[in-house]
């Protein structure tokens, strides 16, 4: 969550209940079995493998829109700290293990969530709530494959370099087009070296997410779609 690590410890405690009663809502609004995700809490943010089974454009379409309108609605209460999230989403290969879930969709989605361009869009954006990335898997099988209420449109295409990782992940800000973003994340060709920051590494299992999975501070947070063993997938 943005910002977090301002909060003292009571307004911790608020935002991390804030965050799970958001995703929960949003999950249910949209039909999901928020149940059968994996959950790893994580303080300000929420790594989730979900099941196979889970659509994935219900999570792209409805989930997002839910949480875009919980979001709306919490920050609203007076006197409030503002909730603000990133999000990233993707699919592939996750397995339990130790501490959690290994392979390489659980480590797309921590460095997803904390690419430089996602940061500067939500950063930028001061009137959006949340910032999505998805991964490029995703956008190709998903989002372009022309299902209701996905606009590939809304979608600008980032080159992620975070560590030792790069790929292309696609942006979107509800509310927001791709306009809006062009500037602030860039050539999406040229391949950018992101500033040195500290990852939190998926465990166990989002937002879903950070609060955000994004969200709103340097979280590293994200969800799965995933089978049950021994590949999963991650939104």
């Known amino acids: 969550m943005e910002r977090y690590s ?25 039909g999901l079995d928020r149940a059968a995700w994996e959950r790893q809490p994580q303080g300000d943010l929420e790594f989730a493998v ?26 609203t209460r ?14 592939g290969v996750a397995t339990s293990s130790a501490l959690g879930h290994a392979g390489p969709a659980p480590v797309a989605v921590a460095r997803y969530v904390n690419a430089p361009q996602l940061k500067a869009v939500l950063a930028a954006l001061t009137s959006a709530d949340l910032a999505v990335i998805v991964s490029d898997r995703l956008y ?15 979608y600008l295409r980032a080159h992620v370099r975070v560590k030792e990782f790069g790929g292309y992940g696609w942006i979107r800000v509800p509310g927001h087009r791709p306009d809006d973003m062009r500037t602030i994340v860039g050539n999406p060709h040229e391949p950018q070296q992101a500033p040195e920051s500290p990852t939190v590494q998926p465990g166990p299992l989002s937002q879903h997410v950070h609060y955000g999975a994004a969200v709103g501070r340097d979280v590293n947070g994200g969800l799965t779609i ?3 063993v021994p590949s999963r997938r991650l939104p």
């Open 78 to 91: 007076p006197a409030a700290s503002r909730v603000r999230l990133r999000l990233a989403l993707d699919c």
């Open 6 to 30: 301002r909060l003292d410890t009571r307004n911790q405690s608020a935002a991390q209940a804030d965050l799970v009663q958001l995703l929960d809502e949003a999950a249910a609004l949209a």
């Open 226 to 228: 995933g089978s049950p």
């Open 50 to 75: 979900l099941p196979e089974r889970t659509p994935e454009p219900a999570l792209l379409g409805p989930f997002v829109q839910h949480l875009v309108g919980g979001l709306g609605a919490l920050n």
């Open 140 to 154: 190709q099988d998903i989002v372009r494959s022309g299902h209701p209420g996905l606009d590939p449109a809304q």
